[in-house]
T-cell receptor, first 116, second 113 residues
Framework: DTGVSQDPRHKITKRGQNVTFRCDPI?????LYWYRQTLGQGPEFLTYFQNEAQLEKSRLLSDRFSAERPKGSFSTLEIQRTEQGDSAMYLCASSFFLTGPKDTQYFGPGTRLTVL | QQQVKQSPQSLIVQKGGIPIINCAYE??????FPWYQQFPGKGPALLIA?????SEKKEGRFTISFNKSAKQFSLHIMDSQPGDSATYFCAAAWALNDYKLSFGAGTTVTVRA
């Protein structure tokens, strides 16, 4: 059973640099969600995809953030010109929206970003 | 604004005790209420979930109580063990919003041996 995987697990970068994170969902899952979690808080929704289509972007997602899911499989989240306020855990979750429990999202281990 | 309010922020119980975590919401469109468990450095793991047509749901030692009229729901951990020490998040979502999860702020539970 390969669950949701994320890479890298940790990323330390300097302010102003660009970073890219990858998420591999559970193989038959067609919905993929990105969330951001800051210390001591619950995750907050950023964006989501159904197959390769990006359906919504939260207001939390500034123009410096872009997400893709090119073939409806893995997804990438890129942050350009990172700021210290971007430091957080970036979580990916997937769900199977065609049949089965549409509501159940399975989370990956997250990517911890630290911007110096 | 935070759509789901969670309390307490933290609690400590002795082994065998019953920690209780409470959540409240305002949006009556919510129709799915999951609880997630998160250990340090890990992603949240789904524990148990409930729909508003049910007032209680049990899975193993975990029980959700749901009060639709009060717009509140709670998690009880029966016979708690030190391995249950973690942060617990309640969340809410609804079908017409594609189940985008709104999370509470989390409760750190410590179970002392």
């Amino acid at each position: 059973d390969t669950g949701v995987s994320q890479d890298p697990r940790h990323k330390i970068t300097k302010r102003g640099q660009n970073v890219t994170f990858r998420c591999d969902p559970i193989s038959e899952h067609n919905r993929l969600y990105w969330y951001r979690q800051t210390l001591g808080q619950g995750p907050e929704f950023l964006t989501y995809f159904q197959n390769e289509a990006q359906l919504e972007k939260s207001r939390l997602l500034s123009d410096r953030f872009s997400a893709e899911r090119p073939k409806g499989s893995f997804s990438t989240l890129e942050i350009q010109r990172t700021e210290q306020g971007d430091s957080a855990m970036y979580l990916c979750a997937s769900s199977f929206f065609l049949t089965g429990p549409k509501d159940t999202q399975y989370f990956g281990p997250g990517t911890r970003l630290t911007v110096l | 604004q935070q759509q789901v309010k969670q309390s307490p922020q933290s609690l400590i119980v002795q082994k065998g005790g019953i920690p209780i975590i409470n959540c409240a919401y305002e949006n009556t469109a919510f129709d799915y209420f999951p609880w997630y468990q998160q250990f340090p450095g890990k992603g949240p793991a789904l524990l148990i979930a409930i729909r508003p047509d049910v007032s209680e749901k049990k899975e193993g030692r975990f029980t959700i109580s749901f009060n639709k009229s009060a717009k509140q729901f709670s998690l009880h951990i029966m016979d708690s063990q030190p391995g249950d020490s973690a942060t617990y998040f309640c969340a809410a979502a609804w079908a017409l919003n594609d189940y985008k999860l709104s999370f509470g702020a989390g409760t750190t539970v410590t179970v002392r041996a």
